[in-house]
């Protein structure tokens, strides 16, 4: 199971990065990579919109 949360981690990490490699503005993208890692590390909330 540990190896599968690894997994998981290491490849949701490179698909954000893949993203805002897309963001050509500098000081934006460090903002957004610093915004969406405080997203999740907050707790969890489940809205359904």
Partial sequence: MAA???EASA???L???NL???V?????RMNLRRR???RLAQ???I???
């Fill in 20 to 22: 805002l490699a897309g």
């Fill in 43 to 45: 707790t969890p909330t």
């Fill in 11 to 13: 490849l949701l990490a």
């Fill in 24 to 28: 050509s503005d500098e000081p934006f």
């Fill in 4 to 6: 599968d949360i690894e």
């Fill in 15 to 17: 698909k954000t990065i």
């Fill in 47 to 49: 809205s359904i919109t």
């Fill in 36 to 38: 969406v890692a405080e």
